[in-house]
């Protein structure tokens, strides 16, 4: 009698893509496209200056090599890490191939509205900065 591995039945879950809730879908997806030169889903575009934006008072995505979408919550407390009182739940870990490249992300980041919390870019083994995004959820910039 054979066993047969399981997940050779079914195939194995993939993550499609990272969903951020957010009071402002389409201003943190503005802060996320510009951070990563990311670009929308057809149909996602910023409407023209005075029009409706329907996507972008629900659900929005950009399109990457791991798509973050951004879906519109009433309320979000914003995570206070590295105090303990709302946990962080989920970050974004996001590398950059060098100090100067990291150094450079660190002031497109603070730019475009991000929070720093957290400095340890001095580190000689693994430099990174940990931010709060416009929303509050932490992002962590780091040489890898």
């Known amino acids: 009698m054979t066993v047969s591995d399981p997940l ?20 943190l997806a503005e802060f996320y496209r510009q951070l990563f030169g990311l670009d929308y889903r057809a149909g996602d575009e910023p409407p023209l200056p005075g029009r409706p934006d329907p996507h972008g008072e629900d659900w929005l995505v950009l399109a ?6 951004f879906q519109q919550v009433e309320e979000l407390p914003p995570s206070t890490w590295p ?25 497109k980041a603070l730019d475009l509205g991000a929070r720093l919390l957290h ?12 931010y709060a995004d416009p929303s509050g959820h932490p992002f962590c910039l780091f040489v890898g």
Do not use: F, Y
């Open 119 to 130: 400095d340890r870019s001095d580190d000689e083994e693994e430099p990174l900065r940990v």
């Open 83 to 107: 105090e303990a009182t709302v946990p962080q739940q989920l970050h974004l870990d996001c590398t950059v191939p060098d100090r100067e490249a990291l150094d450079a992300a660190h002031e």
């Open 64 to 69: 990457g090599s791991v798509p973050l979408a």
């Open 8 to 27: 050779s039945v079914s195939p194995v879950p993939r993550i499609r893509q990272v969903v951020l809730d957010t009071t402002d879908a389409r201003g």
